[in-house]
């Protein structure tokens, strides 16, 4: 009951002062409608993309040498990598002088801190997100519609430039490296050849396989013939029948094959000496040859691909006119505005009926 009275008594305080809420209450609908129009109006053109991904700018995926299949849409670090671009000074800045920002929004370039005010307002009207769905939303807020979707296309465009550059020149160190790795092995690869024509021409190895085996069945047919031509020599001495002109023929003809035997000999023991130093520098040049193609092949892979077009984002949809705007939203602000000034008079009249008659004078004198 007690509950019911104070309600009534509520009731009974607000319609005594109907007259003062009904117009506090239109007085701020009337204000918050003045205010609302002229508040300036903007558009928002939206634009999505799809980050694309690394794989398409990948010499070995581009060339089919890798067993792993191609990624067309990039994944959570490819995102991020596109976000932090489109919220990069380098896009700023760039939209910022592409479009005349500074007049756009009337600072003045000589103010010390205008390029923050610029920025300030820029990023007030600029939003980059991640859509659920894993795309990338980009919007832009003007009081031209058509300046909002020009700016947006241009921002993705950049974006696209900026990503493709850093992939680019990320590609452009791994071409240096390979052509320094390359000029490395073309030098090291002469100096094996010049040490290969040295070694070989003073050892006389040339093909350290059939060389060998040549060598040694001629020194084996010279030390037959020479063993055979003593014995011939020592049965002709003892013979008294034989005659002397024979005998020095054989002499003569032992001594040859004596020479020949030691020519022989020193042939394939300054042949064994070279053969293992002509094979370990063989294989190297054999290896460096095989290395030096190998780099060849990659750095021209790497070079087409650097040189070459590749999306670093996928375009969903294109920033277009917007033809109704984004804010503000005149009717809400209204009926907020009206709702808070009429809840704030209910208050106040409470507030000033309930101690209206307290005797703030004597309150205060008695503290």
């Known amino acids: 009951m007690e509950q019911k009275d104070s309600l009534l008594g509520v009731l009974q305080t607000l319609f005594r002062w109907k007259k003062f809420l009904i117009i506090t209450t239109a007085i701020a609908a009337v204000g918050s409608i003045i205010i609302v129009l002229l508040l300036p109006v903007y558009y928002q053109a939206v ?13 070995e995926r581009i060339f089919g040498t890798s067993n792993e299949a191609m990624e067309y849409y990039g994944e959570e670090e490819d995102i991020d990598r596109i976000l932090t671009i489109a919220q990069s000074n380098e896009l700023a800045d760039f939209l910022i002088d592409s479009f005349g920002l500074y007049e756009h929004y009337d600072i003045d370039r000589s103010d010390l801190l205008a390029s923050y005010y610029v920025k300030e307002t820029f990023y007030g009207l600029y939003e980059v997100q991640k859509t659920k769905y894993d795309a990338i939303e980009l919007s832009v807020e003007d009081q031209d519609p058509t300046l909002a979707a020009q700016i947006a296309n241009v921002a993705r465009l950049k974006i696209d430039e900026i990503a493709q550059r850093l992939v680019k020149q990320s590609q452009q160190q791994v071409l240096l490296t390979y052509e320094n790795s390359i000029a490395e092995n073309q030098h090291l690869l002469r100096n094996l050849n010049d040490s290969l024509v040295l070694i070989r021409t003073k050892f006389g190895v040339f093909n350290s396989e059939t060389q060998s085996e040549l ?14 031509a003593e014995a011939r020599l020592e049965a002709f001495q003892q013979s008294s029948s034989i005659p002397r002109d024979t005998i020095t023929f054989l002499q003569a003809r032992v001594k040859a094959l004596k020479r020949e035997v030691e020519t022989l000999n020193n042939r394939l023991d300054k042949f064994n ?22 780099d060849q092949e990659r750095y021209k ?16 949809e294109a920033a277009s006119v917007p033809i109704i705007k984004s804010r503000p939203v005149r009717s809400t602000i209204v009926i907020i505005a009206t709702f808070i000034a009429f809840l704030l008079s209910i208050v106040g009249i409470l507030i000033f ?15």
């Open 215 to 228: 060598l040694a069945t001629l020194s084996a047919e010279s030390e037959a013939k020479l063993v055979n």
């Open 47 to 59: 634009t999505t993309f799809y980050a694309a991904s690394p794989d398409l700018a990948m010499p």
């Open 353 to 367: 009926d309930t101690y209206r008659n307290v005797n703030w004078k004597e309150i205060i004198r008695g503290k």
């Open 273 to 294: 000496q070279g053969m293992a130093l002509t094979d370990v520098l063989s294989q190297s040049h054999k290896e460096g040859s095989e290395q030096l193609s190998e």
């Open 301 to 316: 892979q790497i070079r087409t691909a650097h040189s070459s077009y590749f999306p670093a984002i996928h375009l969903v």
